[in-house]
């Protein structure tokens, strides 16, 4: 029961232009969201993240966007540098417990 | 250290054999959880410590794998009687709860490979 889902398996994008990677889940006791990012031979790093209450959060070049009655969430990378290829991950938890990530999305940036 | 550390970064052991991965969770965090990442795939929950509460053991996918949180810090992860399916990176994350929700800092992983 895959309860997070990332239909993209990968992203292309030139180098200055927005990267939008797209996460659906299916529990909507779900109320906290988070976007990590990894390298190969690395563990991930946290992003950024959203609560429930909120339909945006932004940080820098990222942007999230939750939109609760489509139980979708998406991060927005504007502009895309080289650097940001990685794999990205968008994760769930319900009341601070155990956290649910979807299976990742390779965004590569192309210069 | 600051970080979550993990030992060893790399294990390579014989089918049938017992393995132990050690995490190291940030100092104060007492939320702690171990995952898997097999190649090609997402990250798979294994386990959650938190605090002093029974763990969440639901994700472990067999009885030959277990895991034990000592003193609230440090954890291990043994998987007895490896098999060549096992051979996947185990990686460990620290939480600190509270309050108001917080993200989960990951260490570097184990890269497991079971010949």
């Known amino acids: 029961d895959q309860q997070v889902k990332q239909n993209s398996p990968s992203l292309s994008v030139q180098e200055g232009r927005i990267s939008i990677l797209n996460c659906d889940y299916t529990n909507s006791m779900f109320d906290y969201f988070l976007w990590y990012k990894k390298y190969p031979a690395e563990g991930p790093t946290f992003l950024i993240s959203i609560s429930s209450i909120k339909d945006k959060n932004e940080d820098g070049r990222f942007t999230v966007f939750l939109n609760k009655s489509a139980k979708h969430l998406s991060l927005h990378i504007v502009p895309s540098q080289p650097g940001d290829s990685a794999v990205y991950f968008c994760a769930a938890s319900v009341g601070g417990n155990k956290l649910v990530f979807g299976a990742g999305t390779i965004l590569r940036v192309k210069s | ?115």
């Not at chain 2, 609230?72 to 996947?88: F, H, K, P």
């Open chain 2, 1 to 115: 250290g600051a970080g979550v550390s993990q030992s060893p970064s790399n294990k390579v052991t014989e089918k049938g054999k017992d393995v132990e991965l050690r995490c190291d969770p940030i100092s104060g965090h007492t939320a702690l959880y171990w995952y898997r990442q097999s190649l090609g795939q997402g990250l798979e929950f294994l386990i959650y410590f938190q605090g002093n509460s029974a763990p969440d053991k639901s994700g472990l996918p067999s009885d030959r794998f277990s895991a034990e949180r000592t003193g609230g810090s440090v954890s291990t992860l043994t998987i007895q009687r490896t098999q060549q399916e096992d051979s996947a990176v185990y990686l460990c994350a620290s939480r600190l709860q509270g309050r108001h929700h917080t993200e989960a800092f990951f260490g570097q992983g184990t890269r497991l490979t079971v010949v």
